[in-house]
C-alpha cells in the first residue's frame, strides 16, 4: 500500500523569503504525486502533480515541486513566500490502479510579514 | 471550489438521527469521493465511485452509505452507526476518461456537528 509523510505539523517563514514544504512518500510502480493547498473552511485546491519528465514541476500561484526519485520525496518550494500563501499544504500519492489518492497528514505554512 | 456544490455548509445532527450529504457536480466527471477530514489529521477516504451505480469502499466506510444513481450526484448518508460523525466531510471528483493522471477537484464541504 502507498503512504505519504509530511514531517513538519508547521513551517513558520518571513515573507519575501523562499520556503519548502517537504513530502516523501512510499508507492510500487511509477509515483504520481500532487499538492493540494487549503484556506480556512473551504476545499482542497489543485497546486500540481508529477506523472513523468522533468523533475522541476510547475504550478499555481509561484508555486514549484522537486521530484528526487532516490530520495522519495516531493518537496514543495516557492522562492518568495507571500502572508497570503498562509494556508494548509496537503502532499498526496496515487494508488497504482488509479483509483484513490493516499493524503499525508498536511502541514500549516505561516508567512509573517 | 470548481464545478461541485456541496449542500449544506453546517449541519447539526442529534444523536442517533441518520443525515445526508448532498454533493453535485457540473464537470461531467466519471468518480467521485468522499472524505473526512478531522482537526490536526489528514483527509481519510470514506468512499468513492468510478461509474454510475457502482461505488467502493474505502478506508473508513463503517457507519456510512452512499449511493451513485447519477452521474453528477453522490450522496453521503452519515448513519446512527457512525460512533464519532463530527467532522468536515470534503466531496471530490476527477475526469477517469483516457487513462490519464488527473487530478480530483474539492468541493467546498461541509461540517457536521454532532450534538
Known amino acids: 500500500a502507498q503512504s505519504v509523510a509530511q514531517p513538519e505539523d508547521q513551517v513558520n517563514v518571513a515573507e519575501g523569503n523562499p520556503l519548502t514544504v517537504k513530502c516523501t512518500y512510499s508507492?510500487?510502480?511509477?509515483?504520481?504525486l500532487f499538492w493540494y493547498v487549503q484556506y480556512p473552511n473551504r476545499g482542497l485546491q489543485f497546486l500540481l502533480k508529477y506523472i513523468t519528465g522533468d523533475n522541476l514541476v510547475k504550478g499555481s500561484y509561484g508555486f514549484e515541486a522537486e521530484f528526487n526519485k532516490s530520495q522519495t520525496s516531493f518537496h514543495l518550494k516557492k522562492p518568495s513566500a507571500l502572508v497570503s500563501d498562509s494556508a494548509l499544504y496537503f502532499c498526496?500519492?496515487?494508488?497504482?490502479?488509479?483509483?484513490?489518492?493516499?493524503f499525508g497528514g498536511g502541514t500549516r505554512l505561516m508567512v509573517k510579514p | 471550489d470548481g464545478g461541485i456544490t456541496q449542500s449544506p455548509k453546517y449541519l447539526f445532527r442529534k444523536e442517533g438521527q441518520n443525515v445526508t450529504l448532498s454533493c453535485e457536480q457540473n464537470?461531467?466527471?466519471?468518480?467521485m469521493y468522499w472524505y473526512r477530514q478531522d482537526p490536526g489529521q489528514g483527509l481519510r477516504l470514506i468512499y468513492y465511485s468510478q461509474i454510475v451505480n457502482d461505488f467502493q469502499k474505502g478506508d473508513i466506510a463503517e457507519g456510512y452509505s452512499v449511493s451513485r444513481e447519477k452521474k453528477e450526484s453522490f450522496p453521503l448518508t452519515v448513519t446512527s452507526a457512525q460512533k464519532n460523525p463530527t467532522a468536515f466531510y470534503l466531496c471530490?471528483?476527477?475526469?477517469?476518461?483516457?487513462?490519464?493522471?488527473?487530478?480530483?477537484?474539492f468541493g467546498p464541504g461541509t461540517r457536521l456537528t454532532v450534538l
Open positions: 498526496a500519492v496515487r494508488d497504482n490502479a488509479g483509483n484513490m489518492l493516499t
Open positions: 508507492v510500487s510502480g511509477n509515483p504520481y
Open positions: 464537470l461531467n466527471h466519471d468518480a
Open positions: 471530490a471528483s476527477r475526469n477517469g476518461v483516457g487513462g490519464g493522471v488527473n487530478e480530483q477537484f
